[in-house]
């Protein structure tokens, strides 16, 4: 994607989140650089100018903005809260009080805002559910209740008895029917991406920063008809690993099992996007050709559009028929670096 001075100034008088990571701009007068997005009043044309990654604007000798901090993953999970993360994925019957943090250097207040913005709620709310997912497991696969309840921490039976009813509307004893969906925040070189998995296989996995997952989480409960907790699932073992080799080079296709949320049309069209082999690219015409419907092109890249599964059902892999990088619901600067990282190791 070559873009104009004057579409990377706009696009940065605009602070438009769609260029993160497409552009970097230095400022002559000052000599910091910047993201597109940075809060900072933006300088007149004359005194900026563009990079196209961070380390030539570091070569030329700017210095990073401390307000957007242009080499900061904005979304990264801090490997503080990391540690807590993995240690309750170990054992969800672990409790972390704030003098726990405390004692590990970590401020409660700073622990507690990053998991409401990135979770929606505070870590002991989220601790509590985390818990409850691994206690559901359990009751169905026939342990005793008060034996779960006593596993998973709970200090009462009744305790265990309010929080279950909390989250799935019915007590622990009558849970025998209900479903859930695991939930799993995921760390990507491209950003935090958020997984769903249910015993069948991976049903989501969407970059946190699209704004169609609310509607897309809505989606996969209602199919399911089933809770989404945040909980492990073996599938996602197996996801993260083969996501890291994916971006690490080494991956071109995966193994991971996938249940994928649709109506047929769009599960025949994401079964193509699955064939288009890694590092290379096919327009939506191609696509509905494929399909045995030529005219189906807006069809065809409607049902891409609403793929639920990115990466592993490759939709970056669709381009406009005349080679530009059409949208792509993570972001295009996303599409265009999924693009690049797989010709790198084919050429
Ligand atoms: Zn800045």
Redesign the pocket.
């Known amino acids: 994607m070559n873009l104009s001075f004057d579409q990377m100034y706009q696009a940065s008088f605009d602070k438009n989140p769609d260029f993160e990571g497409v552009f970097w701009?230095g400022v002559k007068t000052t000599g910091?650089?910047?993201?597109p997005t940075?809060?900072?009043r933006k300088p007149k044309p004359e005194n900026v100018e563009f990079f196209d990654n961070t380390k030539s604007a570091i070569l030329k000798g700017y210095r990073?903005?401390?307000?957007?901090?242009?080499l900061e993953n904005p979304d990264e999970t801090p490997a503080s809260i990391q540690e807590l993360l993995d240690e309750l994925s170990e054992n969800p019957g672990l409790k972390f009080k704030d003098y726990d943090l405390v004692k590990r250097g970590l401020e409660p207040v700073t622990v507690r805002r990053w998991f409401l913005k990135h979770h929606g709620m505070t870590f002991h709310a989220f601790q509590r559910i985390f818990k409850i997912n691994s206690a559901f497991k359990k009751l169905q696969q026939g342990d005793n209740v008060l034996d779960v309840a006593l596993d998973n921490g709970y200090e009462s039976l009744s305790g265990f008895t309010d929080s279950f009813k909390n989250i799935f509307g019915v007590s622990p004893k009558n849970s025998k029917s209900e479903k859930i969906v695991d939930l799993k925040r995921i760390e990507t070189p491209l950003g935090t991406m958020i997984a769903c998995a249910t015993e069948n296989g991976i049903c989501m996995l969407e970059f946190s920063d699209r704004k169609a997952l609310p509607t897309e989480l809505k989606d996969i409960a209602k199919h399911f008809n089933a809770n989404i907790v945040q909980g492990d699932n073996p599938h996602f073992k197996t996801l993260e690993k083969e996501l890291k080799e994916y971006f690490e080079g080494k991956r071109l296709d995966f193994t991971v099992p996938l249940a994928p949320v649709g109506t047929d049309f769009q599960k025949k069209v994401w079964e193509i996007l699955r064939t288009i082999p890694y590092g290379t690219t096919k327009s939506y015409q191609q696509q509905a050709d494929i399909l045995g419907n030529p005219k189906a092109v807006r069809a065809v890249a409607n049902a891409n559009g609403l793929n639920k599964i990115s990466i592993i059902i490759p939709c970056h892999r669709v381009i406009g028929t005349n080679g530009t990088l059409t949208g792509y619901g993570g972001g295009i600067w996303r599409k265009q670096k999924l693009l690049e990282l797989e010709k790198a190791i084919l050429f």
């Open positions: 701009m910091i650089f910047c993201r940075c809060t900072a990073p903005c401390k307000v957007c901090k242009p």
